[in-house]
DNA sequence: TACAGTAATTGATATGGATCAACGCTGCAC
DNA sequence: GTGCAGCGTTGATCCATATCAATTACTGTA
């Protein structure tokens, strides 16, 4: 695990001028209203494959946006491995569950080379406190957060492989559709191991059902590149 | 399952004078604050075991305090079986995925005869502008449920049947401590099948886990009645 | 006290997915 | 190019837990 830390570099771009603006936290903000949370964005950064964005444990009081490429989030058990609590892609928020203690209670990093946006809370809630709009989109996000994470406990208590590996494939396509790229074809930026991680499964099980997916015609597998040939059918799966 | 709709009924106490205001949303606040989050909350009602509190896509924009007893929160999957999310006890607040959309994204059902507080979401999000300290609380709550849920998912994907149900008791245990009842002995409210449910296991694994815990004088059962007879060993079991 | 219905336990068997092991592919260093 | 390392796939086997089936214990009701 390279434990590299963060090279930030500051980046011109603004929440005004920023595409993702409907996705994250600026949605439903006023020009101006905007302009002051563009100040309380500590840095812009560029991180690259491997970094660590956070970790658990840390003291430091931000949360962060996802400006471009993916990062995962995740926990370190006893034993010592990891368990991986979810993909994040641009415009989403993490660090959200570090709110009540003034620490972070699961460690980031990046999967590919990414821009990320730090915010610092104590600002963040200073000026929640004077724009009703921000903090209402804020406990919207950090509610659709929780809607998804009970999503995932429902995968994990009752789905099996099949399912579960079809509605991953289905939350990546939607979550890109959502941002304007294609929901039928992407790369992921994840290995293996990282899905059958976050899934509950072995590597080669994740492995055994993409073959068996793309045997049956329901996508086609090139490495990390994914095409969905039948959506339809991956839903039935999905959803049993 | 019964869908018996909550019978209302008024009761005296106010947040003043609660013992979980410590646990609960008032944590914090001073006198008069409490006084108005107390004008916001808008019934306290006693609800019996199978009661429906609230239901998945209802519009009904409140979220719960539990003041006595317990409830489940659970979400209903396409084939139409329960997954139950969470068990909730006295002090703890429900419905916060809710807050994003207008309408409850799970259902809850008193496991036996509580008593409930219900907080309309508008009153308490204006009142949360006016009290920074309502504001952080509440976020501290959400929150914590946040890493709750992250608790959870790594139980799902990386425990066995023996650690997830130690880790249940262990969890149990540690939060009736926290409301001054015994971390040692207690009744659970809910049944063998909801445990299993919520925990992702069959309920003859449950049943027999607890039989072969009761066996290893780890733990004595009596039916619903739990004691807690080598807690160091439980927790040994509980991380591997 | 009897009865019905439900919850919990226990035993026997089946199976989905983990584990172990080997190999192929890809990309990078030299 | 050749060698090497990491990632991914494939096959064989095993085991934890689900499933099926039967029995027992308890709860509420008449």
């Not at 939350?171 to 304007?180: A, D, I, Y």
């Not at 590597?203 to 040939?229: N, P, Y």
């Amino acid at each position: 695990m390279t434990e590299t830390n963060v090279s930030f570099r500051a980046l011109s771009e603004s929440c005004k001028t920023c595409s993702l603006a409907e996705l994250c936290l600026p949605r439903g903000l006023q020009n101006e209203e905007m302009q002051r949370l563009d100040d309380v964005i500590k840095t812009r950064c560029v991180v690259h494959s491997g970094d660590m964005l956070f970790k658990e444990g840390n003291r430091n009081r931000s949360i962060y946006a996802v400006r471009s490429g993916s990062v995962k989030t995740f926990t370190v058990m006893e034993s010592g491995d990891e368990q991986i609590l979810g993909f994040h892609l641009p415009g989403e928020i993490i660090g959200l569950a570090g709110l009540d203690e003034a620490i972070h209670n699961c460690s980031s990093k990046a999967l590919e080379t990414s821009s990320i946006c730090e915010l610092p809370l104590d600002e963040l809630e200073t000026i929640c406190l004077q724009i009703p709009s921000l903090q209402k989109q804020l406990l919207k996000l950090i509610s659709r957060e929780i809607s998804q994470d009970h999503k995932m406990l429902l995968l994990l208590a009752k789905k099996n492989s099949d399912q579960r590996v079809a509605t991953f494939l289905l939350s990546l396509s939607g979550r890109f559709k959502l941002r304007g790229l294609s929901s039928q074809s992407f790369i992921l930026s994840m290995s293996r191991q990282d899905i059958a991680n976050y899934l509950g499964l072995a590597v080669e099980t994740v492995s055994r059902i993409l073959t068996k997916l793309s045997d049956d015609k329901v996508i086609d597998v090139t490495r990390r590149a994914i095409q969905i040939v039948n959506h339809d059918r991956l839903l039935e799966i999905a959803d049993s």
